[in-house]
T-cell receptor
Framework: AQSVSQHNHHVILSEAASLELGCNYSYGGTVNLFWYVQYPGQHLQLLLKYFSGDPLVKGIKGFEAEFIKSKFSFNLRKPSVQWSDTAEYFC??????????FGQGTTLQVKP | GAVVSQHPSWVICKSGTSVKIECRSLDFQATTMFWYRQFPKQSLMLMATSNEGSKATYEQGVEKDKFLINHASLTLSTLTVTSAHPEDSSFYICSANSGTFLAKNIQYFGAGTRLSVL
């Protein structure tokens, strides 16, 4: 069965620090990968997605992620975080039925 | 962009009563809607997949008689928690997508409903 694992549960950074959140997936076939963000009190929003093609994916708000097939990874990165990036981040993989399988989530706290 | 509205955002009810949560796609037709449950500090767990005009498909371990799902139109799905008990207290989130190729489509999420059963 498909699964997604996020290694970092709680990350605390200072503003301007670089961010990398880990995500590993387990599935041997076609992969659809997503990163969602949930700001406090708000709904989940899509940051970026990967279906095929260029493994380096650019998303909104300066985020990017790199699909590394050999490592089954899809890590999220941002070179310089801001206080407004404080949120919960979820990695997810999609199936052909449209279902999303979410990772455990990572709470990011950015200190001003 | 696509907007999914979920109502109510917060509900408190007495044990034994039923609660209905609505999920509406405001500016697109949602052929498929999904219902998730999120426990504090945990991930979203898919409860069921709801297709317009047909019976919902429930994930393993989810009681279909407990969590009634109706997707009567292309813009509305409802989740009814029947005979709610304190252990049903949770954050319920719906999402919707559209189009023929579900695997490629993006899910748009509602803001969630916090259910507290006393």
């Amino acid at each position: 069965a498909q699964s997604v694992s996020q290694h970092n549960h709680h990350v605390i950074l200072s503003e301007a620090a670089s961010l990398e959140l880990g995500c590993n997936y387990s599935y041997g076939g076609t992969v659809n990968l997503f990163w969602y963000v949930q700001y406090p009190g708000q709904h989940l929003q899509l940051l970026l997605k990967y279906f095929s093609g260029d493994p380096l994916v650019k998303g909104i708000k300066g985020f990017e992620a790199e699909f590394i097939k050999s490592k089954f990874s899809f890590n999220l990165r941002k070179p310089s975080v801001q206080w407004s990036d404080t949120a919960e981040y979820f990695c997810a993989t999609g199936s052909n039925t449209g279902k999303l399988i979410f990772g455990q989530g990572t709470t990011l706290q950015v200190k001003p | 962009g696509a907007v999914v509205s979920q109502h109510p955002s917060w509900v408190i009810c007495k044990s034994g009563t039923s609660v209905k949560i609505e999920c509406r796609s405001l500016d697109f037709q949602a052929t498929t809607m999904f219902w998730y449950r999120q426990f504090p500090k945990q991930s979203l767990m898919l409860m069921a997949t709801s297709n317009e005009g047909s019976k919902a498909t429930y994930e393993q371990g989810v009681e279909k008689d407990k969590f009634l799902i109706n997707h009567a139109s292309l813009t509305l799905s409802t989740l009814t928690v029947t005979s709610a008990h304190p252990e049903d207290s949770s954050f319920y989130i719906c999402s919707a997508n559209s189009g023929t190729f579900l695997a490629k489509n993006i899910q748009y999420f509602g803001a969630g409903t916090r259910l507290s059963v006393l």
